[in-house]
């Protein structure tokens, strides 16, 4: 009979206590893997601490969905696993009303059926990936349920096919912020509020037009086909017009404008049409003097983008302005005038910065003296610098030199660029002549520039107002002012 070696007493419990040991260690390691949630779980992109958001919009063409952005999104795992995972996501809008308590908001409801997930909500994350091979996607399903100026909050939930795999707990909601954005046809060019001033400069030669007459019709966001727009007058928005602006425009005379094209192309995938429309003045004469004219145009609602509720339209405004000034400013024809008995007076005076000049230093035959009004710092205010010939005289025009002045050895040169001038025989009821535009003079008082003001027709009056509506850095000014006849 073999006979077996008995281990110590120790040895057998030491050996027990190993064996319990490693059945320890793998039942943990398999319960580690099935429940350890910190370490594998299933979950959304990331969004705020407490639940997912995320933004999606749709372009729209009056009730036709065209194209959506930020629709889809990936599930994702915390840790790779070994084995396809298989990943389920259903809209439920029973979750609209924590949403709303949370952020103390009131969502828009949407009928069922109208956001659908494609492939029945169903996505896969293969072996070892962190990242679903396909993406969630939201798609339109009814969409005549809906308010396309609104915005819908989409409750999407992730369910998971494997319970060996649990869901994050803050991560497996996505509330999905969709709205809707029009493509509209538009037009550019205009000012911010959407008036487009003309003046019709009435000389004796004829009606000068000045102003933008022009308006190219565009579109806020690409479309896929060509379009064309066309344009129309809209004289049914006046009276609102003037009512929402306390203004009291009238209407364009009859037959008195036209559009030149009448329609225009933009082409597809083209923001603004090549070519614009024109707005045609016609028989400009029956534009009344004294009178303020407004005509509102809009896009024509037709074809399958309509146009914007208020960049569609434009309103062009007409002013009739005596223009008896030639614009091309040609030395004054004549004799000069005598200024000796001449006074003036402006509405505002350097008495800081130059103190010596007056406005009676302007009819002294110096040109290193003369006036300049009180220095500005911000928006130059228009001024006024009006003369008394004592007697009326028939002018044909002025020449000025400006005033060159110097504070503390720096030099300055005061003169206006912009000037409307009217006359009057009494001071009191006066006649505008028209405006001046001319380039900002250089020189010194040695070597003077001279700028001319020329009437097309000789002006009989004893005053003459100068009001400077722009001029040179700081202050308008004149150093000599001559008149002929």
Known sequence: MKIFPLLPKYSR??????LLGGLFFLLSSCSKEQVDTENLTIYLPAGSLNYNSGAASYVTARNNVLAGAGTAFPVLLTRAVDRDVQVVATIDTTLLAAYDKTNNTVSTRFPLGTFVLENNGQVRIPTGELRSA???????????????SKAYIVPIRLSSTDSNLPLSTNRQVMYLRV???PITTQLNGTPTNRLVPLIINRTPNGDVISGNLNLTAGLNT?????????????QDLLAGYNQANQTNYVAFPANSFAFSPASVSIASGSLNATTPFALVLRNTTSFVPGRSYL??????DEGPVAPHETRGLAYFSVEVQLQNIDPANPTPTGNRIDRTSWTATASSTDNDYAAAGTPAMVFDNDFATGWHSALAFGTPPAVTFTVDMQNPKQVRGFTFTPRYWDYFGSRFISAPTAIRVASSSDGVNWTVQGSYTGSMPAGTAANPQLRNISFYAPVQARYFRFTLTAYGTYAGGFGELNAFE
Do not use: H
């Open 134 to 148: 396909d993406s969630l996607r939201i798609g339109l399903g009814q969409v005549s349920g809906l308010d396309f």
């Open 222 to 234: 690409a479309f896929g086909q060509a379009l064309t727009v066309a344009l129309q007058d809209r």
């Open 179 to 181: 709205t809707f954005n």
């Open 295 to 300: 005509l509102p145009v809009g896009i024509v």
């Open 13 to 18: 419990l030491q050996s027990l206590f190993s």
